[in-house]
């Protein structure tokens, strides 16, 4: 897993070396932070789609290890601002309410629900972005 995950970190380092290369010969680049997550929930096939088709040069992506040692593509190490992970499994919170990736297999996540970001308030989800 170390061999994969280090190579995996190599292509990124020098793929993003390439990037500032040839930010400097166009006139503009585009990425896509998360994919089109202005439009769509962040970081899912639609989201990325969508991005693709509004002309995005990259997609910028943030990687999450889970309890598995899968990599997922989730921006914040916890799952409950964009899944419904509190309502399959509510007694897996940690002591400050989060739920967090690396507390989860892969087919646990692949089990939830991924919504627009919120954050919890007053007991109901408030949607955080687009604000």
């Known amino acids: ?9 190599s292509g990124m380092i020098l793929s993003s070396s390439a990037l500032c290369f040839s930010a400097t010969a166009a006139d503009k680049m585009v990425i896509a932070h998360r994919g089109a997550s202005g439009y769509l929930p962040e970081h899912t096939l639609p989201a990325k789609a969508m991005a693709y088709a509004q002309g995005a040069d990259y997609l910028e992506q943030d990687l999450v290890m889970t309890k598995d040692d899968r990599l997922v593509v989730l921006h914040d190490h916890y799952l ?3 899944t419904d992970v509190a309502q399959h499994f509510p007694q ?29 308030k007053n007991g109901k989800n408030v949607q955080t972005y687009p604000g």
């Open 92 to 120: 897996r919170a940690r002591q400050d309410g989060r739920f967090y990736a690396i507390d989860f297999t892969l087919d646990e996540i692949k089990s939830l629900k991924f919504t627009e970001g919120f954050e919890p």
């Open 80 to 82: 409950d601002r964009v």
């Open 1 to 9: 897993m170390k061999m994969k995950l280090t190579a995996l970190m």
